[in-house]
């Protein structure tokens, strides 16, 4: 069919639309997203000649109406008026969605629009066979599949999931690996008929099934009541390698013992904090909230002028200064953020230095002093001070407005 196209001093043949390969019998290789065009364009009367650029776009309407895809500009050879040329590239990418309804193609010659547009029929929606595609999804009504309609080998589910409703029978064996290698596969038919009993075997259907002597009998250091709660008459003992992280809470009514045979003891690696009650080192019965039956050991340090000056932390206790090589000062942490520390500074080398024991904050004026002072001055070899903080408490038990470090003893 040929049917010629006028504008201005341009005229187009349009010998035939492209036609779409059909798809070959085996569906692996998917509908190649391409479109062959070839027509007739005759200039002033001739056929033209050379290289011309052509622009192919897809509208949905014979005038007017949507643009649904334009093709990349291509450079056509025509040989006696006649063309041939491949729609493919273009915006948006070239797919089924462009002939979901009528489709007419405008063709624009080195910048010249011709027309009319031309209706695109048959071949080009053979592209709808794309969805034949090896991973095509396919719905099926309702009871359109009936007994009989497949038989064996016929149907391959290649996909990893399988749902639905009711029940579904499979024969053969069993051949996953990882179900071979698991517990479940030790179940077999004969299991099926204990399930309606536990332990002993019990019964599932009766309420407190499980009785704190049924479980005794398996565990002898475990007991249950008949709600199925430990009642911790009783321990289960924990694997030697037992890890525990994040937040754990043991609650017991009794004494919650840890105990073993070589080294009795807890070990904590970061903070130990008793919320309430008392704490009893060397002693079973705790006369205050910390009782130690046995001796103390408390941190001791020495320090010289190299150190100074000196910020006491929460590692020091006693501090021995050696100010033989020049003065040193030792500066005290905020009283306030540590009510009750205890710290003991001696000064211990003989010399005409100066060893100075500073609250915090020392050089800003009405800061944290120590009873009232800016400072105390050992200025004596074996001269010590023993402070602790009050807080907001000075060493009269009176309210402060500025945190306070009280002196226990000294010389």
């Known amino acids: ?35 062959g065009f070839q027509g007739r364009l005759d200039e002033s009367g001739q056929p033209a000649e050379g290289t011309k650029n052509f622009v192919f776009k897809l509208y949905d309407a014979v005038s007017g109406g949507n643009l649904v895809w334009t093709g990349d500009a291509q450079a056509v050879a025509l040989a006696n008026g006649v063309f041939n040329a491949t729609l493919a590239a273009g915006t948006p990418a070239l797919s089924t969605a462009a002939f979901a ?13 011709l027309s009319p547009r031309q209706e695109l029929v048959s071949a080009p929606y053979a592209m709808v066979a794309q969805a034949l595609a090896p991973d095509a999804v396919f719905s099926l009504s309702t009871a359109s599949v009936t007994s009989g309609k497949f038989g064996d080998d016929r149907v391959q589910i290649s996909t990893a999931v399988i749902s639905g409703l009711g029940s579904m029978a499979l024969a053969g064996s069993e051949t996953d690996p990882l179900f071979v290698v698991s517990v479940s596969s030790l179940i077999v038919a004969g299991d099926i008929t204990n399930w309606d009993s536990a332990y002993g075997w019990g019964d599932h259907a009766t309420a407190g099934y499980a009785t704190g002597g049924d479980i005794t009998a398996a565990l002898a250091d475990y007991e249950t009541t008949a709600a199925h709660q430990a009642d911790l008459a009783s321990y289960a003992a924990l694997a030697a390698t037992q890890a ?6 043991f609650t017991s009514s009794a004494a919650f013992t840890f105990q073993h045979a070589a080294a009795p003891g807890v070990r904590v690696s970061s903070g130990l904090v008793v919320a309430a009650g008392r704490t009893g080192l060397g002693t079973a019965s ?10 103390l050991s408390l941190a001791v340090k020495t320090i010289t002028v190299a150190d100074s000056p000196y910020s006491l932390t929460d590692q020091d206790s006693t501090v021995l200064v050696d100010a033989a090589g020049g003065n040193v000062n030792v500066v005290l942490p905020p009283a306030a953020g540590v009510t009750g520390r205890v710290y003991t500074v001696k000064r211990i080398d003989l010399g005409a230095t100066f060893v100075t024991l500073l609250p915090y904050g020392w050089d800003i004026p009405l800061n944290e002093t120590i009873e009232g002072q800016d400072n105390m001055d050992l200025s004596g070899q074996f001269q010590y001070a023993m402070v602790q903080s009050g807080g907001l408490l000075d060493y009269d038990g009176d309210t402060v407005a500025t945190p306070v470090w009280v002196i226990l003893a000294s010389n």
């Open 286 to 295: 705790p006369n205050s909230i910390l009782s130690v039956n046995g001796s």
């Open 101 to 113: 309804g009528a489709s007419y193609i405008e063709i624009t010659v080195d910048g010249v629009p």
């Open 244 to 249: 525990f992280t994040g937040a754990n809470t």
């Open 1 to 35: 069919m040929e049917r010629l196209m006028k504008i201005k001093a341009l005229y187009l043949a349009l010998a035939c639309a492209a036609l779409l390969p059909f798809l070959p019998a085996d569906l692996s290789a998917g509908a190649p997203l391409k479109i």
